[in-house]
């Protein structure tokens, strides 16, 4: 057990420009989450899914972002046109729903730092 | 909609000092509670959890009691070390284990 682990771990990028990162969960975590951290906040829920299907987006969620996990394993966060209201730290975390486990428990990555300037 | 309020730090003690970080929260039905913590340069961990009313979490000399009747889930520790510096996260998910709902944090530095 590896551990969640995101990348990249930093990305500075320009406005106006597309950035996508990716999240691979604890390998047998049906459950994978992203969050949004700002600085002197706590993470904020953006998008859940369960294996392969996206069950639920914040409004946080606008139409510029979206997230895959194409195959119930891996998952990607992708941000077109990237502003500076989007600098922040993304959370990954993922959790195990399967028998008697409900999947409370969920495991975070080290996050990936976005700066848009 | 679901929500949860800390205390407002930042905290700082003196090593062997008890602590008491204050977390309230407002949720519909039997949310599940955690406090997360976060050290400095890494990711979130778990460090304990209440499922239910009158449950006690605890872990590394850490402990909560999930009070339905007040609607907290304090975090107190006897006994704290300059290595609990740390930011300190109250959070609840509701039924089904969904998405959980983060309070603001709390900063706490220990000196010796």
């Known amino acids: 057990d590896t551990g969640v682990s995101q990348n990249p771990r930093h990305k500075i990028t320009k406005r106006g420009q597309n950035v996508t990162f990716r999240c691979d969960p604890i390998?047998?975590?049906?459950?994978l989450y992203w969050y949004r951290q700002t600085l002197g906040q706590g993470p904020e829920f953006l998008t859940y899914?369960?294996?392969?299907?996206?069950?639920?987006k914040s409004r946080l969620l606008s139409d510029r972002f979206s997230a895959e996990r194409p195959k119930g394993s891996f998952s990607t966060l992708e941000i077109q046109r990237t502003e500076q209201g989007d600098s922040a730290m993304y959370l990954c975390?993922?959790?195990?729903?399967?028998?008697?486990?409900?999947?409370?428990?969920?495991?975070f990555g080290p996050g990936t730092r976005l700066t848009v300037t | 909609g679901n929500s949860v309020t800390q205390m407002e730090g930042p905290v700082t003690l003196s090593e062997e000092a008890f602590l008491t970080i204050n977390c309230t929260y407002t949720a519909t039905g039997y949310p599940s509670l955690f406090w997360y913590v976060q050290y400095p340069g890494e990711g979130l961990q778990l460090l304990l959890k209440?499922?239910?009313?009158?449950d006690k979490g605890s872990n590394k000399g850490f402990e909560a009691t999930y009070r339905k009747e007040t609607t907290s889930f304090h975090l107190e520790k006897g006994s704290v070390q300059v290595s609990d510096s740390a930011v300190y996260f109250c959070a609840l998910s509701g039924w089904g284990a969904q998405k959980l709902v983060f309070g603001q944090g709390t900063r706490l530095t220990i000196n010796p």
């Open positions: 975390a993922s959790s195990l729903a399967s028998g008697g486990k409900l999947g409370y428990e969920q495991y």
């Open positions: 899914f369960q294996n392969e299907a996206q069950l639920e």
């Open positions: 390998s047998e975590h049906n459950r």
């Open positions: 209440a499922t239910k009313a009158d």
